[in-house]
Nanobody
Framework: QVQLVESGGGLVQAGDSLRLSCAAS????????MAWFRQAPGKEREFVGGIIWGDGRADYEESVKARFTISRDYHKNAMYLQMNSLKPEDTAVYYCAGTVVAGGPYDYWGQGTQVTVSS
């Protein structure tokens, strides 16, 4: 059973940078893909970007592609989300998720970390 724990959220100003971390344990070596999602107040959860655990290939939602970078440390079982040029509309609870099945649904979720960007 994979456990995921996010950290690194906080309150920042527009234009600032923030780095989120997601620590995986309990069978993280089985992961095929991990991803970041976010949910703003009153909105549905949305995909931010994901990474193939084995080879580190990442993909992004279009609106964050030029500003966010996902990486992973295979040996530390950790995934990161580097967020630059933050905007107020990036304010949300950010979740990391994982799946052990190629192309499968995300079965494992963290508890979320709040990111608030003030204007």
């Amino acid at each position: 059973q994979v456990q995921l724990v996010e950290s690194g959220g906080g309150l920042v100003q527009a234009g600032d940078s923030l780095r989120l971390s997601c620590a995986a344990s309990g069978g993280a070596f089985n992961l095929w893909r991990m991803a970041w999602f976010r949910q703003a107040p009153g909105k549905e959860r949305e995909f931010v970007g994901g990474i193939i655990w084995g080879d580190g290939r990442a993909d992004y939602e279009e609106s964050v592609k030029a500003r966010f970078t996902i990486s992973r440390d295979y040996h530390k079982n950790a995934m990161y989300l580097q967020m630059n040029s933050l905007k107020p509309e990036d304010t949300a609870v950010y979740y990391c998720a994982g799946t052990v099945v190629a192309g499968g649904p995300y079965d494992y979720w963290g508890q979320g970390t709040q990111v608030t960007v003030s204007s």
